[in-house]
């Protein structure tokens, strides 16, 4: 009887993990993993750090991102490599993260994720030392608003957040960003 019992655990066990692996995470709505207050106070943060105006949010920019990204989620591309951008008239921000084991990709965290490329930045020569595109779009004082969406991929997994910025930066070894 006591080995019974303890494959009865087993299975439990199992099962409980393949609900899991079939179900994943609960869909959660692409503006809660967006949170847009957060994200321009972040933005707004790194900018005012440079001196440079902030942006405000621009809801027709933000359904353009919303646009993109449920046209990649229903493309299904979800791969580091096989992602693009959207080609749009507006400059454009992209970050992944997981959800699990904690929270590792929002809105508010992308920004603080492409706030890492600052040290990259030569504004004396106006030149990046490795990437540091992201950041410069971010403190680009041509840009008056920004607005974000995003998809999520992998059974919810996987958070990809796409933000677009209006006007886009004509960012030119010319033409500081501030
Ligand atoms: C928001 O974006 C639209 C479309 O690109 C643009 O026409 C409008 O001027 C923008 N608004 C602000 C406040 O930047
Ligand atoms: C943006 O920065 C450039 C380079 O420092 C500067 O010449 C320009 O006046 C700034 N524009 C605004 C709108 O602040």
């Known amino acids: 009887m006591s080995s019974f019992g303890y494959s009865f655990v087993v299975l439990i066990t199992l099962f409980c993990f393949f609900l899991t692996r079939a179900y994943g995470l609960p869909k959660v709505k692409p503006i809660d993993d967006v949170q847009p207050e957060k994200t321009l106070a972040v933005h707004n943060m ?21 646009n993109f990204a449920d046209k990649q989620a ?18 454009e921000n992209i970050a992944a993260g ?29 030149k990046c030392k490795d990437v540091c595109g992201h950041y410069t779009q971010m403190v680009a004082n041509q840009s008056f608003s920004l607005g974000c969406g995003s998809y ?19 960012g030119d070894a010319n033409t500081r960003p501030y």
């Not at 229903?74 to 400059?91: F, L, R, T």
């Open 98 to 126: 997981w959800v699990q084991p904690r929270d590792q990709m929002s809105g508010p965290i992308a920004a603080k994720y492409w706030l890492t490329e600052k040290p990259n930045y030569d504004h004396a020569n106006n």
């Open 74 to 91: 229903k493309a299904g591309i979800c791969g580091y490599s096989d992602i693009k951008h959207s080609g749009g008239p507006y400059g």
């Open 46 to 66: 790194i900018r005012a750090a440079v001196g440079v105006a902030p942006l405000v949010w621009n809801d027709t920019v933000a359904a353009y991102a919303q």
């Open 152 to 170: 999520r991929c992998h059974e919810n997994e996987l958070i990809w957040i796409i933000c677009d910025y209006y006007p886009m930066p004509v």
